[in-house]
């Protein structure tokens, strides 16, 4: 299976779980982009990175782990600060080189304890702070 | 200014394009990853690459172009199929290093024909087709 053959595919169609993992496109460094929003509201919170074996595991306990590129390990994602992300449905896109993360975020994505990480609004004319972070 | 000087400003700050633009983190190739998503009903439609000159052009003319990798040339989506993106707004993320575009998408997103690009749902037991390609 590659993600070029699944593009006739009729809805319905399934396939092995392991072979979709395998034939994603990792990057030079074993890596894919993995986009999080909130399964009921639609927002987008954060984008981040995952491995293989962070898809495993995500998959595995039903809650989202990515790769930190900054600290090159794997990143539970609310390990410390308890703003876990509860996957509810992974999705992979066309090509097989970006993913969605449906998920159930506890607390604040963003690690300014904004509600998500895209807060800063760009246009023509100006950027601009639209968010301010959650109060406790 | 730097991205990390922004986690402590109030909401309503502003800053100038440029210098958000300049500012941001592009990878060794000098793109910076875009999420789409519909304005209006928040489907996450599709990811794809953009450089400093595709943001700044997207600003300007209200349309979204990316860079495309696989044909190292800018690519105006919709040029060809008329299924173009009308920006409404540009967001940067915490750490400048993500953009979200939200869109206005002129018919399907995806070049398979279905609204997004996300049509293929992966689970621990299997990987399932979920959406057909639209009908005119």
Redesign the interface.
Known sequence: MN?KD??K?????????N???ANLTFNDVGLI?A?A?QHD????L??AWMNKLSIEET??TGQVCYWSRSRQSYWRKGESSGHVQLLR????????D?L?LLVDQQGPA???N?KN????????????????PETE
């Open positions: 993600y699944l593009e595919q009729d809805k319905g169609s399934v396939f092995d779980t072979d979709a993992i982009p986009i929003q509201t639609g927002e987008v954060m984008m998959l595995r449905e992974m999705r992979a896109d066309c090509d097989g970006t969605l963003c690690h300014t904004r990480c895209f807060y800063i609004s760009i246009d023509k004319a100006q950027a601009t702070i639209i968010a301010e």
